[in-house]
């Protein structure tokens, strides 16, 4: 039998493994000296980079939709602490730094979330909404990505309305599993946040228009039986081209998808044998 690793011998030895890694990105900050983006305007920049705005409540397979109510409660509380963020030359953004510890006493609500592979669900879920969508519009930015983690190797959902590449998406937890980009250019960048009924609203604007566009794109899509398990398969790329002439100049693959699907395939999904 395979020996335990201590986060799995209990509940409290998890939240105490947990609160260790809690710690420890705190005192890493604390030593990089990090400059952390922080002051907020309500002032709009002059020019759109992006704009996206993104479905609260989705139909999630089987999962209860009264946790996609709460997760819009979740998600128009958070989106405060972003709305209006000035991101700088040379300053970092970072989701947790921002929004803090989605607690109860803060208003926070049981929302979905992903635990060990699975659909699960705990106070303040929905996030990973949250930094899906500003991670789609950095990706269109000259913005440098610092840190970036996937709900690696799974499809947990059918598709319902997608509107942007699987592979995109990221995975967040308070905060030792954040997401992070950093403001390498000479131009000031800006995020305006906001939720209406139906929707999470985004925008990322900046002081001076970027010399490149940005085209994300998915290709060599389908799905493959391998050993009786199903799998997604496929690669994202990101083009980048020149405002002016519209030329491409480089293709970038920034993502290459093999997740096991963890639903049941519908009799109209092809899959390769």
Same mark, same amino acid.
């Given at each position: ?131 899906? &969508?500003?991670?789609? !519009? ?7 990505? +610092?840190? #970036?983690? @996937? ?48 929707? &999470?609203?985004?925008? !990322? ?7 490149? +566009?940005? #085209?994300? @794109? ?56």
């Amino acid at each position: 039998m395979e020996r335990k690793l201590f986060c799995e011998i209990s509940p409290f030895t998890y939240r105490l493994s947990m609160e260790k890694e809690i710690l420890k990105r705190h005192i890493l900050d604390m030593l990089r000296k990090t400059q952390f983006a922080k002051e907020r305007t309500e002032e709009s920049l002059p020019v759109v980079v992006y704009r996206h705005n993104s479905l609260i409540r989705r139909r999630l397979g089987n999962v209860n939709m009264q946790l996609q109510e709460n997760k819009a409660t979740n998600l128009a509380l958070a989106v405060k602490h972003i709305d209006g963020l000035l991101i700088r030359p040379g300053e970092t953004f970072s989701v947790w730094k921002l929004i803090g510890r989605t607690t109860k006493g803060k208003g926070y609500k049981e929302g979905l979330t992903i635990a060990k592979g699975k659909p699960s669900q705990g106070i303040g879920g929905g996030m990973c909404q949250l930094s899906n &969508l500003i991670h789609w !519009l950095v990706l269109h930015s000259e913005l440098t990505i +610092t840190e #970036h983690h @996937h709900h690696d190797g799974l499809d947990l959902f059918p598709d319902f309305g997608r509107q942007i590449p699987f592979g995109t998406g990221t995975s967040i937890s308070y905060n030792y599993i954040d997401y992070r980009f950093r403001n390498d250019s000479l131009n000031t960048y800006q995020l305006r946040l906001r939720t209406d009924d139906e929707y &999470l609203c985004g925008e !990322l604007r900046a002081k001076e228009q970027q010399p490149h +566009t940005f #085209h994300i @794109h998915a290709e060599n899509e389908y799905f493959s039986r391998e050993n009786g398990v199903v799998y997604r398969n496929g690669e994202v790329y990101r083009d980048i081209i020149d405002r002016v002439s519209g030329q491409r100049f480089e293709s970038q693959l920034i993502r290459t998808n093999h997740a096991r699907v963890m639903y049941d395939c519908p009799p109209s999904m092809i899959i390769r044998e």
